[in-house]
């Protein structure tokens, strides 16, 4: 890895605590990120955005499952755009889920705001190419 | 002042009549009953399509030739009417040259001259109109059987007087054997009470502002049959755009309508099934793609993984995936006896029983949360039922209600029965935390389905719950508010 690479923080937004125990170890063990944040649900994750004491540690990328209690992934995009704006930093979104509907798939893709949508298990190597693009800012210009 | 009043004839006023008589375009005739003497006029010939001479003038020609043999008794008994100077009307039917029979009116009179009794008569064709009036005849005949085949009837309100008329088939519509007069008021109350402002309703509109109307009502009948009619009613306006008229029809649709109601319950039923059925499927693949998912996932990182604690760790995970596909398999097993449990015996059941069951067997978490529970099951003590079912349901609301108790208080659970028509309902009241039925409202019965960050949920229970209660043909609906709690309503049978 280049020395010349920038700190990443990733955070993963989902209930499922075996998921968040394995993409926080996967993470770990191939070295992809710096740093890892986990919220249980999207409320969690809006709460802590919003915080201004946190302003100087929000993630740079976001992994946020659908089916969540108390706010849904569909629910914490939309509250996501909404406080967009005031946030000092650009943090990528990208939606994960298990399922397979088509509808959902086509709500994510088509949303500005997703990065793409991402099937679980999640794939090693997309992870650690989008791990690499935020790592090299030049690669990041396409999101901007 | 007529023509016998006014004149004095003199012998060339006498054949001027006869001229006019001869030349007017009538069939004049005079005959003498006694001297058997006959006199036709040149209308007579031509009414008949011949010229004078060319047939012969008699009585007995006439009566036999000319006279169609079923008309002969009405002509007889027109032309011998005892009453002097009376013009008795008979219409028959005379042999003409070339168009067949045709109908003629004949006028007689009897006059008794110095050379014996004399009738007169004058016959006039009559042939078009008594044909449009066969024609009409026929027509109305046609148009009330139609209308009594199809069952409609026709009606008409007449907006000056309020008047109310009726077709024949109204009548055996209405089930009423005598064709009384009725108001439009009369006529409304024999629609069912629920109908009675709906149509007094359209019925002002057609006449207010001239709106149309077409709809389906239920109607008792005289005999007090209930059936669904159709009544339909155009406004007739005059030329200032008033309307001086309603006219309708009024049809049993009684038989169509009871099956598009059934086809409709049958296709509500089936579509339902239907989504229940694509909504499960969805379910469980997503729910076992999950759980294989992490799975593969954390073999994977088994295998990754160097040091022999964090190998312990994966482990670990890798057994609560094995535990939760296990009850995934059981939530699965357990929808499916759902449906072959249907075909079991239902049995009369005790509310009261089945639920001291179900709560001594959860009198640890009722105790542990302090919670009082009130039933009243005296508006419908017992139910029909498959016991498991009942239980089952009982369970499961009864586990809610305490699950999601309201953090500042004891729950308060109240639970009663009511018997309505042939309906028994099962009403399950808490002051728990209550959900968000804007939010969640059409997703709360579904499968793995949960709303609040609590580690026990699993969105399982009203998912089982619901599909209990409509396996049997109930149905489930709920009220809730947030912080205030939740009503559930069951409809069992």
Redesign the interface.
Known sequence: MNTENKNVTAGIVDD?E??T??FK??TT?KGLFDKTLNF??GKQAIDFLKDPQNAHRLPDVLFVDI?M??MNGWEFNDAFEEIKSQLGKNILIYNIS????LEDIKRAKNNPLIADYLL???D?LYLAEIARSLQNPTDRRRYN | MSFSESHKFSAEGIAHIARIIDQINLGIWEYNTDTKEVKWSSGFYSALGYTPGEIECSYNFFFDQLLYYHDKQIFLKATHHPRQGGSPVAHIRLLTKQNGYQWFESTTQKHDAADGPVIYGVLTNINALKISQIRAAEAEFKSNEIGRIAKIGSWEIDTATMGLTFSKEMYDIFELNTQVKMSVEEAISFFEPQFRQVLTNVINDALNYCKPYDIELLFKTAKNNVIWVRSKGIPVINDHGKCITIRGIFQDIDSIKRKGITLQSSITLLDDQNKRLQNFA?IV??NL??HS??L???V??FE??KLGE?RTE?FS?IK??SESLSATMGHLDEIVRIQSEISRERKLLDFETIFNNVASALHTNIDRTNAVINTDFSGCPQVEYIPAYLESILQNLLTNAIKYKHPNRNPVINIATQKVGNDVYLVFEDNGIGIDMQRHGDQLFGMYK?????SD?KGIGLFITRNQVEALGGSIQVDSTVNVGTKFTVRLV
């Open positions: 499922d075996i998921f125990y394995g170890k996967l063990i249980s649900n089916n209690p108390v298990s399922s397979i509907d679980k298990p999640i090693e | 969805y693949s997503h793609r999950s998912g992490n593969k996932f954390m994977n990182l990754e993984a964090e994966i995970h609560t995936i949960t709303f609040h960050q609590n949920s």
